[in-house]
């Protein structure tokens, strides 16, 4: 009857989970690439952001992305980063401010061999933002991370093209904001006179809890629970 609970219990909202992870890095098109990220870039900061789509309330705990730096040493890799959440960015809008602040970047290294169109003398990493407390409603939001550079050295996001992506949004929607553009530009029409890449989606992540079901998937829950209830008594039943 305990392993049946216990089965109950890992069904229930509230469960960590992947609430969006918009797919691997890449560096080749049609959405992959690398762009200037960082805090402290060049005198001032850039800010990319990229949306994601939540259908469900969520409490968010958990920021991801991945980096690029052009160098092979990988001591400088940072160790902070600044993060926001905003909802309603679009070209030359800011949108509003949700949330924001300054947190300890836990980093691993991701081999070049692992990033599309990665190569060597180059380190590539994932940087994850953790202990959070974002409480969100189902609606579409926009998430950005910023390290914060060691010696200068400057972090580069890169892109994805959605492989292993969970609830991924490739809809070449991304911002940047900083001292080369004013207010909120389009990365990828930034980009298209350069190389003639027209969207861009970066590979951000964000992990949390669910806090309360679709309709449709709590009465899926709820019918679940009563036959896995009725299976446990029924083999408790049989052992008496």
Do not use: K
């Not at 190569?119 to 914060?148: C, D, E, H, K, Q």
């Not at 350069?194 to 590979?203: E, K």
């Amino acid at each position: 009857m305990r392993n049946c609970l216990l089965t109950l219990l890992l069904c229930l909202p509230g469960m960590a989970s992947t609430a969006f992870y918009n797919g691997d890095p890449s560096l080749l098109g049609p959405n992959g690439g690398n762009f200037l990220d960082c805090a402290n870039c060049r005198g001032s900061s850039v800010h990319i952001f990229d949306d994601l789509t939540l259908s469900v309330d969520y409490s968010i705990t958990d920021l991801s992305g991945a980096w690029e730096l052009l160098t092979a040493n990988d001591t400088n890799i940072p160790t902070s980063a600044y993060w926001e959440i905003r909802s309603g960015i679009g070209q030359n809008n800011s949108g509003t401010l949700i949330t924001s602040g300054t947190s300890s970047l836990s980093t691993s290294l991701i081999p070049g061999a692992n990033v599309q169109g990665g190569g060597t003398g180059a380190t590539y990493f994932r940087g994850t933002v953790s202990s959070l407390s974002i409480n969100l409603s189902p609606g579409t939001y926009w998430m950005m991370i910023a390290p914060v550079l060691i010696n200068n050295d400057e972090t580069f996001l890169i892109g994805t093209n959605g492989a292993n992506g969970v609830n991924s949004l490739l809809d070449g929607q991304s911002y940047v904001t900083g001292p080369y553009w004013p207010g909120m530009q389009n990365v990828g029409a930034y980009l298209q006179p350069f190389n003639g890449q027209s969207t861009y989606d970066f590979s951000y992540g964000a992990l949390g809890a669910a806090t309360a079901p679709e309709p449709r998937s709590l009465g899926m829950i709820m019918a679940g629970s009563v036959m896995l209830l009725m299976l446990c008594r029924g083999r408790r039943a049989r052992r008496s």
